[in-house]
């Protein structure tokens, strides 16, 4: 078979799945397996050897089954980069590059010497973007997972930005320095466990720490908060980023925890999705 050949199959397959957008799919799938441009395919008509084939076929048959395409393929653009993921780690959200918009929005030089730290760090997606961002700061990301610091760990070696960062295995902030970060992002679990049941099929191939918000939703948000606090400097920035209709009790959270609401921010749907608030 000539690649115009497993495409028009594949797309049958993906299609009969009710897969969203099947023949985009497996034109990516099929180019992402044999490294070569979109744009570049309908020209390559000689046939694939069988490894090639049999390759293809076993991630579009992962697809099927529900398995997100990021896994499949092994990475997820995010705001200016692309974040190597697995099953270990969150697939980045479009959502969660607000928190990214806000912090770069509300520092006045970025060219400063600002240290981060990112709570719940999972691929490093955050951490990474925001030290790409900003040049000459300093950043540790935190998380409960080794195998997701090891994700992490090849998102920052990727961007070269081993010298300005540094992760530490810890529940939260926990053994983190007190009053040394000058901004602070978290994208806690925030999907209540009712909720849980009703993910979508590729949903539900995400590691259920990162999603498992407690009954609520906002168990994550609770637990981290005392750490949060005292990783600031005294008007240290942070940004949290929430799930659908948690805005007023994640605010009353935050705001009893020694720090002021400054800006919600919606997303592109409408939803409340980051709250920024200052250290004091």
Known sequence: MNINQIVSHAHILLKKANIRNPRLEANLIISETLKINLDDMPAKTENLNNQHTKNIFSKIDRRIKGEPYAYIIG??????????????????????????ETALANIQNIEDKINIIDIGVGSGAILCTLLDKLPNAYGIGTDISE????????????????????????????SIKNHFFDLLTCNPPYVSEKSLTNLQKEVKYEPLIALNGGEKGLDSLR???????????????????????????AQELISNSHFRIQNVIKDLAGIERVIFATAI
């Open 75 to 100: 990475n997820k653009p995010f705001y200016n980069l692309n974040i190597i993921v697995d099953k270990n780690v969150l697939i980045p959200r479009p959502e969660t590059e607000h928190i990214i």
């Open 147 to 174: 195998k997701a610091l090891m994700i992490a760990k090849k998102n920052i070696k990727k961007y070269r930005l081993n010298d300005r960062s540094n992760l530490i295995n810890t529940s939260w902030g926990n």
């Open 223 to 249: 637990d981290l908060l005392p750490s949060a606090r005292k990783c600031l400097k005294l008007q240290g920035k942070a940004f949290f980023e929430i799930g659908y209709n948690q805005c007023n009790s």
